[in-house]
């Protein structure tokens, strides 16, 4: 038997000049929404602070890091932190690279990281498009184009990608770097393997993507060859940068891979709250997130990576512990993932009900609510975050200003937060406490049992850095020991008998730094018990929130149960009874404190103060010649 003719008319290709106008329109279309979306991103990044001058834009302290590598090199020293020491105590070499190139045309480091971060996230804007109306349009929905202007305004509107596009760090161009590979992996382009191994030198996690399209090439693109082409090709662009790490600095490894990584229920439980609280400011507490997993399904071939890499990536971010830089850094660079995903998850499910037809006006409200929920749920943190870094900025800026006027030598100097003070003290030596730039800190820990706090950096080596003999020691947040490494340090006799605070007044507070008195031959044991630093912590806890009652009591404590040798008790004793108006006790317990410490400035300035309030001239005078031979700029 014949077979019937299927009298159903073949489909016709529509005209050449049709197919010109509809590509002239979606161009035209996603361009607008490009435009809009640079406007929206702008006016993100005013609210949360920044302005229209260069000068005036937040800096992440960890930038200056990268800042210091960059002059180093110029200046003839090598890509080092420290002159002679040939540590890779930075993560993002590509971008070092950059900020190189820009200093040898004699741009600013900042001006150049900055400008490159904004291109960054433009770039993000406009692949967000492609990619949503790409997906939107392998669905077989309608309307692609709007689809494509919706993905790039909600990543617009995404206020950590505006945070830390001008933030001077690197993650808004690792973010490029690994959507583009994203991009051209799904449109079986060959640029991926550049893109790949350009991200694998920005950041560690380039690796973990590249791994991921490998596996990705194997399973849902053209077979294990293909993959082993991806694999071996990437390889040998890396491989000159593998010999260079080896030959330069001795490892493959970073050194912050040693410093930072742990394996920890702490690293655990922390990454979870990481992302959770990502999920509730840009996922609408769980609700895009299952969107994406919903976009699995649909999405066939090289797209269906589209929400597999959020997912796995996602997983690594909770298995590391998340970022201790916030707001949500880590994510940034797999924002558009989630955002194209979610519309073509929303879509999909549009498309199985009676609401095909008006998909795209859903998928516009949907994207309005998460545009305007995303946009006020992270503002209060990104708004305190900034702010607590422009004044950890300032104040570090002051303290090398002021270091620098007092003591012109090159000395040495201990601290837990190394970018700002350490690009402003160039020449001198710094010891980063948590081991970030220092192989024995990161390599070598110590471990105290109990010794925990919220710092995700939680190496230390104390006795490694007391043998420095460095010249100061600089908590980062002033008398009070937050890092693990600084509360190790009230543990130590050497500590305690060998450095003595200076004062620095500002307008707004002293700022304080441990001073070293000079060579110590005695000897340094190590008190018993991490809970002398812990209540150390919670009396200065209890002053900043003026329960002066409550930090008398843990002060008293730690007087009676603390080693003798410890005259901040008697201090800050003294400085709660001067605040409480009771100048008797605390001209007695100063004294106390003068005893055990004739260097202690804290007690001699608790004693100035009651006397000006008692109007007493001849104490004022001779508190003043005490305090003029530690703090003499004091006087000043």
């Not at 390599?443 to 710092?455: C, D, F």
């Not at 441990?514 to 018993?528: C, I, N, T």
Request: proline share 5%.
């Amino acid at each position: 038997m014949t077979p019937r003719k299927s009298r159903k008319k073949p489909h016709k290709a529509p005209p050449p000049r049709r197919q010109r106008s509809r590509l002239s329109r979606s161009l035209l279309i996603l361009i607008a929404g490009i435009i809009v979306a640079l406007a929206v991103h702008a006016g993100v990044a005013r609210e949360i602070g920044y302005d229209a001058g260069w000068g005036s834009w937040f800096t992440q302290d960890d930038a200056f890091i990268s800042y210091r590598y960059a002059r180093n090199a110029l200046d003839g020293h090598g890509l080092v932190f420290n002159a002679g020491e040939r540590v890779e105590g930075y993560t993002n070499v590509l971008w070092v690279i950059w900020l190189v190139l820009a200093g040898v045309l004699g741009n600013d480091f900042d001006a150049a990281a900055k400008f490159l971060g904004l291109l960054s996230a433009g770039g993000l804007i406009v692949l967000a498009g492609l990619l949503a109306r790409g997906v939107w349009a392998r669905l077989g929905l309608k309307h692609a184009e709007i689809a494509g202007v919706l993905g790039a305004l909600l990543v617009a509107v995404n206020g950590s990608v505006a945070y830390w596009a001008l933030s001077g760090l690197e993650t808004a161009w690792f973010g490029l770097l690994v959507t583009a590979s994203v991009w051209w992996w799904v449109r079986g382009s060959r640029m991926v393997i550049a893109g790949l191994a350009l991200a694998a030198m920005t950041r560690p996690e380039g690796g973990l993507v590249w791994l991921i399209l490998v596996v990705a090439e194997w399973l849902i693109g053209d077979g294990w060859k293909r993959a082993l082409v991806v694999l071996a090709s990437v390889g040998v662009l890396l491989v000159p940068y593998a010999i260079f790490k080896l030959v330069y600095y001795g490892s493959l490894f970073p050194n912050p891979f040693y410093a930072k990584t742990g394996f920890a229920w702490e690293y655990f439980a922390s990454g979870f709250e990481y992302v959770w609280l990502y999920f509730q400011h840009y996922g609408l507490w769980g609700i895009v997130p299952l969107l994406v997993l919903i976009a699995v399904r649909p999405l066939t071939g090289r797209w269906r990576i589209l929400p597999l890499i959020w997912l796995v990536y996602t997983v690594y971010i909770m298995a590391v512990g998340g970022d201790v830089l916030r707001p949500h850094r880590f994510f940034v660079p797999i924002t558009v993932f989630m955002v194209v995903s979610a519309i073509g998850g929303l879509g999909w499910l549009c498309a199985r009900t009676q609401w095909k037809q008006f998909s795209i006006w859903v998928a516009a409200a949907a994207a309005a609510i998460l545009g305007v929920w995303g946009y006020i749920a992270p503002r209060e943190i990104i708004t305190s975050t900034r702010a607590l870094e422009i004044g950890l900025l300032n104040k570090m800026a002051t303290l090398a200003d002021r270091l620098s006027a007092v003591d012109p030598t090159p000395f040495t100097i201990a601290v837990s937060t190394i970018g700002k003070i350490s690009y402003d003290l160039p020449g001198r030596r710094v010891i980063d406490m948590l081991g970030l730039t220092d192989t024995t800190i990161a390599r070598h820990p110590e471990a105290i049992p109990g010794n925990v706090s919220t710092w995700k950096e939680r190496n230390f080596n104390v006795t490694y850095v007391l043998s420095q003999d460095p010249d100061y020691i600089l908590f980062s947040t002033g008398h009070k020991p937050s890092a693990p490494a600084e509360r190790a340090l009230i543990l130590h006799q050497k500590y305690r008998r060998n450095y003595y605070t200076i004062l620095f007044p500002t307008p707004r507070r002293n700022l304080a730094v441990h001073k070293r008195r000079g060579d110590y031959a005695g000897p340094d044991s190590v008190w018993p018990s991490i809970e002398l630093a812990h209540e150390v912590n919670r009396a200065f806890n209890f002053q900043i929130s003026d329960q002066l009652d409550s930090s008398l009591a843990v002060l008293y404590r730690l007087k009676r149960e603390g080693p003798g040798d410890f005259s901040l008790p008697d201090e800050f004793i003294s400085n709660v009874y001067m605040q409480q108006g009771k100048y008797d006790q605390a001209l007695a317990s100063a004294d106390t404190a003068l005893a055990i410490d004739s260097f202690s400035v804290t007690a001699l300035q608790t004693k100035l103060a009651v006397a000006q309030r008692l109007s007493d001239t001849a104490g004022v005078m001779e508190v003043g010649t005490l305090i003029g031979r530690v703090c003499p700029w004091m006087l000043r």
